[in-house]
């Protein structure tokens, strides 16, 4: 019952090369209710939990989310190397911008990425502004830097690259420099997104998914 | 088979530290099938129901939706103090918004509140206007003042706050004057309706979303 | 396996106070998966089906479509009357709008209502017009008069009305004028559809369903 | 777990008037659950997979797809024609737009087709234009000839027709002109793509429903 908000690293007691299997099943049930609300078409997205200071449990690539199981995982270093006994196997194409995060700062455990219809539509539409702003929502307080109603937030969007290597170090210059940062966009490709626990992952996707479907249907209105 | 019509009230010679167990599944089951309907996303909105006349079952802080089972629910007086054996727990940061309509009117015994798309959107597009107003639709008849669709209904619109002793006070005075509101929205935020049952909140609540959406859409046509 | 298609009032040699149990399950599981789509908000719809020459089998009023069972179906004549052993309890209030078409039609046996956000809108948008014109579309050929998507397909809208027996007379001389007639919408209300089986009004609810979606999302398009 | 990757013309060993139950069950499933998501309304649309060199098994005629089994699949030759033990019965009305593409690329193994509300409606807006243009998305990555965004895709778009010969005489010209052709659209209609197992037909058609889901709802933005 519930989602873990046990702090990961105190895995690191553990057999290294074994990936905690409840944490592993519990990421893999939201993974298959997340392809289900549309958040992961064809094989796109991605997801990742840290195993102890220097590896973490990630997606494979290529993998159908729509029957993800805790046997599409693999452990990879802070480098995105396959750790044994995976060495065989691919990983995501996209594991730099998940270790990155769990570089920079040792209080994450969980990345999560979706692909939705919103944040297809809304990266690609405010690409050039270079960010999404939100503000005056309810929702906002679910993102951990607020607690009321009454702030701006703002989503930053990174131009669509194949370049992965170079995305992941932009992408790490904007977090040292603004490292409250919680979520970010990459036109055309998705929502990143992340958190101490699944629970908080949790919490920012789904708050950050509802504010993307209801900003886009704010911009159809007209004013009146 | 069938959602609960008893009077609430009649529990009042039972163990009051007790919730009753039939009632509270019963609603957290509903409130898993609204999650999944997209009306509770990350941790947002709160369940209540009376247990007696001076107290209610309401939902603890911070559960997530997609799993709210009985459990989640705790005891709490008309003032939203725990009671116990709950002393240590903390209810929804919004009980006082269920606790004023325990308290003005005996006849409530069940109050939902929502967080939907289309709540947040219209209650933010019609705040200047205080009201969204809705006429000639059939399903206005699923509210109990209505015996025909051809009626104007007002649902009142509330700025969003983050002083909840303030919002439940201003909605009094509302609810004093105008005894036969049966549903209200707060600016950003979502839908809060109720009932003698649970099956009355469940029917108000899904006509007024089904309305909401059906609003929505409409505002988007061309006038021909 | 598959929805039945026989002759219903074969069943006509049967104990006749008694509602065919296989038949009843059948379209009470299509019951809830409609509502699943957002079809029955609140309490609204209703369903029926043919049981012999002078009766059919028609939802009780204010049923949750949800959880809708085969024990949410009376027997009434076609007059609406409850028969034996339903006399105390009350059909739904549009119980005539099903009646005239067993009358009038010995073939139908199915009759079926929806409540859409689709049909909800669009029948109030096009009441002045009189009819919502469809054509074109592959999906037409679902309907039993056409075997191409080249043709012109008109769907009749009436004015709504709580006066249910003036508007099934209303309907009654549309259908004798039109007797190929196999759906009609009401303004602000929804779809009455029916067919010679629960398949054939299953597809008949199907089609114009994802028509009128269709139709409404074609307008918000801009010429081009 | 997972689908099929399995050469499927290494089934020529087996008894020829077999259709492979494994891989029948699996696409039945998918059926089933695409028709879940709004892809196959009443009993619209069709799907095959290669049992040998010359044969096919293909849905049966008028099925409804949300009760789709690997019973409701039949054996024809690449003429379309009905293959024992199955002479009495009737394949798809659009068995010849699946034959064509066995017969012209023996790599293929799987057709599917769905008649969606995106797939309805942008098949009709660009009917004139003759097909429909998709670029930056980094969903494209999920077709086979694409390893970047940063691609223009052609979607081709046919005139609707109900006379399917000379239908899947004109795909096959454009097939053999464009022969990396893996989709196309018919006006007022849907959709049809294929691939060399489960697994990529299904990753195909969800990329594209996807993309095809977010270019209408990108129509419906201003420019800014």
């Keep these: 019952m519930g989602f873990s908000l046990r702090p990961f690293h105190l895995f ?65 270093d802070l480098k995105g190397r396959a750790l044994p006994p995976f060495e065989g196997e691919r990983s995501s194409a996209e594991t730099l911008l998940h270790t990155v995060l769990y570089e920079e700062n040792e209080a994450i455990n969980v990345v999560v990425h979706t692909h939705s219809i919103y944040g297809t539509l809304l990266s690609d539409y405010y690409l050039k502004q270079g960010n999404l702003r939100l503000s005056q ?56 997104t992340w958190g101490k626990s699944i629970a908080e992952a949790k919490r920012h996707l789904e708050a950050l998914e509802f504010l993307l479907e209801v900003h886009y249907k704010k911009l159809l209105l007209a004013p009146h």
């Design 12 to 76: 690191s007691c553990y057999d290294m090369s074994i990936i905690p299997k409840e944490t592993a099943e519990q990421l893999a049930q939201l993974i298959r209710a997340w392809n289900a609300k549309g958040f992961s078409p064809a094989t796109s997205t991605n997801y990742s939990f840290r195993v102890g200071a220097d590896r973490l449990a990630i997606s494979k690539s290529g993998r159908d989310k729509s029957q993800f199981s805790a046997q599409d995982f693999m452990l990879v």
């Design 137 to 192: 929502y309810e929702l906002l307080k679910a993102l951990p830097q607020f607690d009321s109603h009454e702030v701006d937030f703002e989503l930053p969007i990174f131009p669509n690259t194949q370049d992965i290597e170079q995305l992941s170090e932009d992408f790490r210059q904007l977090y040292l420099a603004q490292p409250t940062t919680i979520a970010y966009l990459i036109a055309g490709h998705g929502l990143y």
